[in-house]
């Protein structure tokens, strides 16, 4: 009879009870998991994705002849995989680590480029390691140009935990003394190459306010704690059997299973958050098994969400109670909006004359970077916030004009000459329009409402952009480099794969979802560690910042956990 409650199976409920609960096993959830691990809780870690373990890779030692087409996606990838095969970094020796776009549909109200890992790790195994810290020039913004609102935090407040995440994660650097981009706890840099120094020293000859530094990534320079230095094999898309460059499988995940507190569960695809309207907390979640298509219930204390940002805006409006009829937490209507990605797609390239007797030996992982010089001190016309370069200089094969034959083969064994590219990541602004939603007219393979995503680059990011292109070309002029050459467009929202926003931090719970702590305004035990969280999203790439925030939430959910105020 209703409300007796000898027919509740309290035994299941018991076996599927924890401390914590972490949705996602990317950069952040894993963390969260090695963190709460780490201060006694026991954790589940549920995860969507199939199952890998460092260091079981499975193309990491293949030469390319060993593929049937030698790198090359099918017609059937790029059908299967029509989204993911947008994305310059899918290929066939490491598409198995990605979603099958068929398989797991979503709507694209304006052209969205959602990249989604489906393993155990997420992105983690497939992201590009640069790490740079955040200043008070990002976290201010938005209080300064009225775009967004005010960040709950500043640089202070999250510098000890910076410092924390790069020792635990191992970042190599230079220190520069830069404002605009802080320092961090490095291991030694990488080495630039002959014609990157020249380039270095005509550059900042010539403009006081530019900078060129070595890449800050997330590669060894040194062996650490159980891991191997970087053999910089640039093969880090397939996954590092050797642990030189960070990812949950290599860092966070053996350390938290370490700790004999850590359980994880794969094939788990989260539907909701359960809320208890009496005792306003969440109790737990509901997932699908997406093995046996059935659907199980866990039960912990506190719950980190840290599905990525888009997945993470599905759980959410998806959890609807008579509380919250718009999904949870979402008292001020905020939960999905203020989708943010970072803008890219323009490259210049130019011929460098000379150093014809020089060249470099093997590889890098990591490139040259020009950090942000522009809407520092003064503010440039037609439009906010700012950008950053990336690049490098390379030799190529020798130009020839050779027939078949031995004359051929020798010219190719021949360096040409050297060539210097630049490419640019911009910020875009908080717009409260680009959201994502809920389609309830249409269901996904699950069942379940589909996701919905309506995102575009404005004009702000498109003057920034133009800009770009004249900077990258003066520079390089200025460098005294011939034949200079624009190329590319900007991309699509979600291509940068740093996609933010919609539960954003905030001092006012009528604006923002979280507070300083990542912990959402209504509802005390639920904590949102990942892209979801930024308020902005300045033009750096974003996991270290992530991460940091990931161990500071952490560490204030146990201690207000032991306070019995969540």
């Known amino acids: 009879m209703p409300g007796d409650s000898t027919h509740l199976n309290t035994r299941s409920i018991s076996q599927n009870t924890y401390d914590a609960i972490v949705v996602g096993s990317g950069i952040s959830g894993s963390l969260a998991a090695k963190e709460l691990c780490e201060k006694g809780l026991k954790v589940l870690l ?107 935090i500043r640089y202070k407040d999250i510098a000890p935990w910076y410092d924390y995440v790069e020792t635990f994660a191992g970042i190599s650097g230079s220190r520069e003394g830069l404002p605009e981009l802080p320092d961090g706890k490095f291991l030694p840099p990488f080495e630039m190459n002959c014609v990157e120094k020249d380039f270095k020293k005509k550059m900042e000859a010539k403009f006081s306010d530019r900078k060129l530094i070595i890449g800050r990534t997330a590669n060894l320079t040194a062996p650490k704690e159980g891991r191997g230095q970087c053999q910089a094999r640039n093969l880090c898309h397939r996954g590092c059997p050797y642990g030189a460059y960070y990812s949950s499988n290599s860092g966070a995940i053996p350390a938290a299973l370490a700790t004999n507190n850590l359980t994880v569960r794969p094939h788990s695809l989260v539907n909701r958050v359960i809320y208890d309207e009496q005792k306003q907390r969440a109790t737990g979640v509901e997932i699908i098994d997406t093995q046996t298509k059935k659907t199980e219930e866990f039960f912990a204390k506190i719950i980190f969400l840290n599905a990525a940002t888009l997945a993470t805006a599905f759980i959410l409006l998806n959890s609807t109670s008579s509380r919250f009829p718009n999904g949870l937490g979402n008292g001020s209507e905020q939960v999905g909006r203020n989708l943010m990605d970072h803008h890219k797609g323009i490259s210049t390239t130019a011929e460098v004359e000379g150093f014809l007797d020089s060249y470099y030996y093997g590889r890098r992982p990591t490139g040259v970077y020009i950090p942000r010089f522009r809407n520092i001190t003064t503010q440039t016309p037609g439009f906010l916030r700012g950008y950053h370069y990336g690049g490098g200089a390379a030799r190529g094969r020798m130009d020839n004009d050779q027939p078949v034959g031995i004359a051929l083969k020798e010219s190719l064994s021949e360096p040409g000459g050297w060539t210097i590219g630049i490419y ?72 940068a794969n740093h996609e933010m926003g919609i539960a954003r931090m905030g001092r006012d719970p009528k604006t923002s979802v979280l507070n300083a702590f990542n912990q959402m305004h209504e509802v005390p035990n639920v904590f949102i560690t990942d892209g979801s969280c930024m308020t902005s999203g300045s033009c750096v790439n974003p996991s270290i910042t992530y ?13 207000e956990l032991k306070k019995q105020n969540i």
């Open 424 to 495: 640019a990541f911009g910020e875009c602004l908080p717009y409260e329009e680009n959201r994502v939603v809920l389609d309830k007219e249409k269901k996904d393979p699950w069942g379940r409402p589909m996701i919905a995503v309506d995102c575009e680059f404005k004009e702000n990011e498109r003057n920034m952009v133009e800009d770009i292109k004249l900077t990258s070309q003066e520079i390089l002029h200025t460098a005294g480099y011939k034949n200079i050459k624009v190329n590319g467009a900007i991309s699509f929202p979600g291509n």
């Open 46 to 152: 549920l995860e969507r994705g199939k199952d890998l373990v460092h260091p079981h890779y499975p193309t990491t030692h293949k030469n390319i002849w060993d593929f049937k087409h030698r790198g090359n996606l099918t017609i059937e990838d790029k059908e299967s995989c029509y989204v993911q095969s947008r994305h310059y970094s899918y290929g066939e020796d490491n598409k198995q680590f990605y979603i099958n776009d068929r398989e797991n549909p979503y709507t694209e109200l304006k052209r969205y480029d959602w990249v989604r890992a489906d393993i155990v790790g997420g992105r983690s195994i497939l992201w590009a390691r640069q790490c740079y810290r955040w200043s008070d020039l990002d976290f201010e913004a938005n209080a300064k140009d009225g775009y967004g609102v005010d960040w709950p």
């Open 547 to 559: 991460m940091a925030l990931t161990a500071r939430a952490c560490d204030y959910a146990v201690r």
